[in-house]
């Protein structure tokens, strides 16, 4: 075997996502550095003047080099198609859905014209590729997704939002198609992408993946699995390219997806009909296709539910001004009666009772409130009860408008209600998310093997364990300190309302992460709890829940479900048919699985149960 020559050796190039902190990368020579530097200030000076004279420019990058052509054996290279190591190409990208009567063509060699006068005057290596949105477009129509790989590898220096979007969903799909392979049949940029009006902070993506060989799992697992593994993998690509948009996935199954198209679910036509695909393998295409032929024609159960919404909207139209009147000022003024009540610490009270509490709270007993307040509210609700019960039948805009302006007088009045409540809890909901932040935040520690937790190490253990060792952004380390600071600014008589309020609002959003965590972690030991039975020519399994055990007797049909008690001897009793929603609930609701003992009645039991001698298998 003979060796390769480290220096002809092809080498795969560097992924950004491998470099190691710490990694030195060369050091620049002067003469580079200055190099670098007055491009960059004529970069800046391009982007500028390009700019004042094409405002429909959307965004402009650096392109790779050009790398040289393959050549035919035995063929020689012209040197006039050797690329020019010194020019820079610079790709602009033309929104052109707002150009007016002016051609694609002549856009083009317009825009192209103006650019490259303006690159000549500034530096004569830059040379301008100018290419419009809806040629982008039409090349991943015409699957040409090299162009795409391309824009995704480029340096972008200005961007109102699509190359951002280009270079993170680019590198997500990439993930998707090395993870899953041949399942992922299309990826999909939806919304506003390449309308031209794509937000800087909002990227849409939808993602088919073919699950008509899947026979192991039901749908709905393989969907929720499918789901976290790929929304995971968004995060990882956000952070890799470093684009902080909002990175939406919509994850579908194809014989979901299929379902939605035949019975004309308007989110799927809008997807096929506006969608661009950056990723296709035979099946979003000849869809779209379809529907722009008038080829894809809505199921006939489709049309009946459609045509029936219609007979119900002309009836329901016939009694609108009435109910809207009703239900609208109603619940304006009852959804804010009901919060002020829960401020004060009552659960969510009748709409009646809510106007006896306000009284008897608010009137009389802490005196915040004046009567004519409950007044106003009772004769709202009465109002509405009496269009509920059919008892008024119409209403006059005289008294439409005196409802409105009563209304909008008690909102005024509940609002400044609120502020003198919140000045009363701010001790209180500091406290609150102290200990409950603390709390939740230990017991996440505990799920991850972490012990000798103390107040004093909480934010040092969760830097450790949470953000470096499970990849949390260490922006939420950084809320957890604020709370416990926030702690001793409001006991020493520091805190601002303005800082009691960010600390509230960014306690929500670390809860959230906790309670998130908690509840995968919660989902890896629940997935310990299955226990797989061989039988005949079939497999089955069981799912040993706390109290509860469910069994599917064949793991090709598991939408055919039963449930068991757990008995204190082991046996599993008073067997019945379930279905896969009922298990969805006891997993949501049990707190941890049962424990993995098998006694020799639970075997005798799920011997009984399956009617076959059977062997036993636990998940690994």
């Known amino acids: 075997m003979t060796k390769s020559n480290p220096s002809t050796e092809k080498k795969d190039p560097v992924d950004p996502a491998q470099i190691k902190p710490g990694l030195e990368l060369p050091k620049l020579t002067p003469d580079m550095q200055e190099r670098m530097t007055k491009i960059q200030k004529d970069l ?9 004279i094409r405002p429909d420019i959307t965004g402009m990058s650096l392109l790779p080099p050009l790398q040289p052509q393959p050549l035919p054996p035995g063929a020689t290279r012209d040197p006039r198609d050797t690329p020019n190591p010194n020019e820079i190409h610079i790709f602009v990208l033309i929104d052109d859905a707002k150009a007016e009567g002016l051609a694609k063509g002549d856009l083009i060699v317009k825009s ?8 000549k005057e500034l530096n004569e290596h830059f040379k301008p590729q100018v290419m419009l949105i809806s040629e982008l477009k039409e090349a991943c129509f015409d699957a040409k997704y090299d162009i795409i790989q391309m824009v995704a590898t480029s340096g972008v220096f200005y961007d109102k939002g699509l190359l951002s979007a280009l270079k993170v969903a680019e590198l997500h799909k990439n993930m998707a198609t090395k993870k899953f392979d041949k399942y992922v ?14 937000a800087p902070n909002d990227i849409d993506v939808a993602i088919v993946i073919d699950d008509t060989d ?75 296709l379809l529907l722009q032929m008038g080829r894809i024609k809505p199921s006939p159960e489709a049309i009946d539910m459609n045509m ?7 009836d329901r139209t016939k009694q609108k001004l009435l109910s809207v009147v009703g239900e609208d000022l109603f619940y304006a003024v009852m959804n804010p009666t009901q919060a002020a009540l829960m401020l004060y610490g009552i659960p969510p009270p009748t709409p009646k009772e809510a106007v006896k509490l306000m009284e008897e709270i608010y009137v009389k007993k802490e005196k915040l409130l004046e ?72 017991d996440l520690l505990l799920s991850l093997g972490v012990k000798n937790i103390s107040l ?129 609930k006891y997993i949501k609701s049990i707190k941890l699985p049962h424990e993995k003992i098998l006694k020799s009645t639970t075997l005798e039991s799920l011997k009984t149960i399956i009617g076959e001698d059977i062997e036993i298998l636990w998940k690994a």
């Not at 192209?112 to 690159?119: G, H, R």
């Not at 890799?240 to 948009?245: E, L, P, Q, W």
């Not at 029936?308 to 002309?314: N, P, Q, R």
Request: aromatic share 8%; charged share 35%.
């Open 44 to 52: 800046d000076t391009f982007k500028e003047k390009c700019l004042a």
């Open 112 to 119: 192209t014209d103006e650019t490259t006068k303006i690159a």
């Open 185 to 198: 049949v299309s990826y999909i940029a939806v919304g506003s992408l390449f309308r031209g009006d794509a």
């Open 214 to 288: 899947v026979k192991k799992m039901s749908r709905f697992e393989l969907r929720d699995k499918l789901r976290a593994i790929i929304i995971n993998m968004g995060y990882d690509a956000s952070q890799i390219t470093g684009v902080r948009a909002q990175f939406h996935i919509q994850t579908y199954i194809l014989t979901d997806f299929w379902e939605n198209v035949k019975d004309a679910n308007p989110v799927i036509f809008t997807m096929l009909r506006d969608g661009v695909p950056l990723y296709d393998r035979g099946v979003f295409m000849p869809w779209k």
């Open 308 to 314: 029936e919404i219609g007979d119900k909207l002309i």
């Open 371 to 442: 009567k004519k307040y409950v007044d106003i509210l009772e004769k709202i609700r009465k109002t509405f009860k009496d269009i509920e019960h059919g008892e008024l039948k119409e209403i006059s805009g005289k008294e439409i408008d005196k409802l409105l302006a009563d209304c909008k007088d008690y909102l005024q009045r509940i609002k400044k209600l609120f502020s003198e409540i919140e000045e009363r809890n701010e001790k209180e909901t500091i406290i609150e998310i102290h200990t409950t932040s603390l709390n939740l935040t230990r």
């Open 456 to 584: 004093q190490k909480i934010p040092q253990l969760f830097a450790k364990h949470v953000c470096e060792e499970e990849k949390v952004p260490m922006k939420y380390h950084k809320m957890l300190e604020d709370v416990i600071k926030a702690k001793k600014d409001f006991d020493a008589k520091k805190l601002t309302k303005q800082e009691i309020n960010k600390v509230r609002r960014d306690a929500r959003e670390y809860i959230r992460l906790l309670l998130d965590m908690l509840d995968r972690k919660q989902a890896i030991e629940v997935s310990k709890a299955k226990l797989i039975l061989r039988y005949a020519d079939k497999l089955g399994e069981v799912t040993f829940l706390k109290e509860v055990a469910f069994i599917v007797k064949d793991t090709n049909k598991r939408e055919e479900i039963w449930i068991a008690s757990i008995e204190k001897d082991g046996s599993l009793q008073n067997v019945k048919k379930s279905d896969p929603s009922e298990y969805e």
